[in-house]
């Protein structure tokens, strides 16, 4: 076989390879940008959750303090009760 010959067989064949090549490079391509798309959404999502922990933290010590002053108004209240009542026992 002659070398034009080998070359005019081969050349078909590089040139479907190299078609491949460009589709799968394609198809990467793609799918980096699926990936880079997804990491962004989980990164949005992982602040989301970040700040409503930290709401959460927040309300909590919030209702801390409520229940404190509510305590002490529950105190105050029973005690000005009691001396009213001991009044009208008078």
């Known amino acids: 076989m002659t070398p034009d010959r080998r070359l005019d067989q081969l050349e078909p064949l590089m040139a479907e390879h190299s078609a491949q090549l460009d589709l799968h490079t ?3 391509r ?3 940008g699926g990936i880079q798309l997804v990491t962004e959404s989980i990164s ?5 959750v970040t700040f ?3 709401q959460q933290a927040e309300m909590k010590g919030d209702l801390e303090q ?3 002053v509510q ?3 529950t105190e105050t209240l029973n ?3 009691n001396i009213l ?3 009208s026992d008078n």
């Open 71 to 73: 305590t002490q108004q």
């Open 66 to 68: 409520i229940r404190q």
């Open 30 to 32: 793609r799918i980096a």
């Open 44 to 48: 949005q999502q992982s602040d989301n």
């Open 26 to 28: 394609a198809q990467l």
């Open 52 to 54: 409503l922990l930290k």
């Open 85 to 87: 009542q001991g009044r």
């Open 79 to 81: 005690t000005i009760l």
